[in-house]
């Protein structure tokens, strides 16, 4: 089976500092790795995923997340944040084939709280 | 805006009841799924229905159901609700029927208490 671990539920930050969210996966078959936003009383938007290829993705905001197979993370980092970056986060892998469930499985999200 | 809409935006019913929740996907997106969000179990994929048909299952109680429609809009249905019903639920929607490669946008939620 697959899971998703986030190892923090919350972060506090300054504006303009780094942030890095963690994020670990288990799984005995490909992976397809996501992260997801969602801002207060808002549904989920897809920040950037990772699906083959380069293994570091981006997002058109400036985080970005690297997939580490042999670490089996994707982690999310962005060098420098912002007040509207408060929100919470959420990582999510799926896969195909035996041992997948074919869909989405969420970690217990990160609250990112930014700080002037 | 995610194009995805989802009413009603917050329901309040007591223990023992019957309520149906709407979701309709953006347009051209044939999947929908359905999410539970609540503060213990985190956010839970509950089924998948692609083009009318059900595509995927996953922790979704006997006491839940849900369809599509030709029209693609999707209902789930919540019998016999219990305290522990109470939760926020999320439709969201794919083009295709690949889940696990598929971007899904998600629509707003619908808050539902149970008292």
């Known amino acids: 089976a697959q899971s998703v671990t986030q190892l923090d539920s919350q972060v506090p930050v300054f504006e303009e500092a780094p942030v890095e969210l963690r994020c670990n996966y288990s799984s005995s078959v490909s992976v397809y790795l996501f992260w997801y936003v969602q801002y207060p009383n808002q549904g989920l938007q897809l920040l950037l995923k990772?699906?083959?290829?380069?293994?570091l993705v981006e997002s058109i905001n400036g985080f970005e997340a690297e997939f580490n197979k042999s670490q089996t993370s994707f982690h999310l980092r962005k060098p420098s944040v912002h007040i509207s970056d408060t929100a919470e986060y959420f990582c999510?892998?799926?896969?195909?084939?035996?041992?997948?469930?074919?869909?989405?499985?969420f970690g217990k999200g990160t609250k990112l709280s930014v700080k002037p | 805006d995610s194009g995805v809409t989802q009413t009603p935006k917050h329901l309040i019913t007591a223990t023992g009841q019957r309520v149906t929740l709407r979701c309709s996907p953006r347009?051209?997106?044939?999947?929908v799924y359905w999410y539970q969000q609540s503060l213990d179990q985190g956010l839970q994929f509950l089924i998948q229905?692609?083009?009318?048909?059900?595509?995927a299952k996953g922790n979704i109680l006997e006491r839940f159901s849900a369809q599509q429609f030709p029209d693609l809009h999707s209902e789930l249905n919540l019998s016999s609700l219990e305290l522990g019903d109470s939760a926020l639920y999320f439709c969201?929607?794919?083009?295709?029927?690949?889940?696990?490669?598929?971007?899904?946008?998600f629509g707003p939620g619908t808050r539902l208490t149970v008292l």
């Open positions: 969201a929607s794919s083009v295709g029927a690949l889940a696990y490669t598929d971007t899904q946008y």
């Open positions: 999510a892998v799926s896969g195909s084939g035996p041992g997948s469930q074919g869909n989405l499985i």
């Open positions: 990772y699906l083959s290829g380069s293994t």
């Open positions: 347009s051209g997106d044939l999947s």
């Open positions: 229905y692609y083009n009318g048909e059900e595509r």
